[in-house]
């Protein structure tokens, strides 16, 4: 049985919406990150995935996003605890708000950085790397 995750890597003008994940976090603590988190279980639901990222993305930095989302990629991951994760990125365009760290025990800073400064720090992961390449490519056909 796998926990499903989503994420959202949000546009606005030229830059993507980077977090750094707390240190205190028990996967991938301290690394930069997509914003996102668990879909809770709602039985029989409509557009599901799409409202999760939404809430998350409100919960964790307390911004809103466009309407329309567009699915990027998903991958699958174990965590440390041994926990089977489905990961669903979706690309979102930036609609209102100033971003910040609504809680200091998951998210530790919050930038808006260039696809290139994405590539280029060294707290940046591969699957991190993959997906906002991945989200630039989709990106020229979308918007």
């Known amino acids: 049985m796998f926990i499903v995750n989503v994420e959202g890597a949000i546009r606005k003008t030229d830059r993507w919406l980077i977090i750094e994940r707390s240190k205190k976090e028990e996967h991938a603590g301290g690394l930069l990150s997509l914003v996102g988190g668990t879909v809770d279980q709602?039985?029989?639901?409509?557009?599901?995935?799409e409202r999760s990222i939404k809430r998350e993305i409100a919960e964790e930095v307390?911004?809103?996003?466009?309407?329309?989302?567009?699915?990027?990629?998903?991958?699958s991951f174990v965590t440390?605890?041994?926990d089977h994760v489905i990961n669903i990125v979706f690309l979102c365009e930036y609609s209102t708000g100033e971003a910040f760290p609504k809680s200091q025990d998951e998210i530790e800073n919050v930038w808006w950085l260039s696809t290139e400064e994405i590539l280029n720090h060294p707290q940046a992961p591969s699957y991190l790397k993959d997906s906002i390449r991945k989200a630039e490519l989709l990106l020229l056909s979308v918007f």
Not at 42 to 49: A, F, V, Y
Request: charged letters at 25%; proline letters at 0%; aromatic letters at 4%.
């Open 42 to 49: 709602e039985g029989n639901s409509l557009d599901l995935l």
């Open 62 to 75: 307390g911004i809103t996003v466009k309407n329309k989302l567009h699915y990027v990629h998903n991958t």
């Open 80 to 82: 440390e605890k041994g």
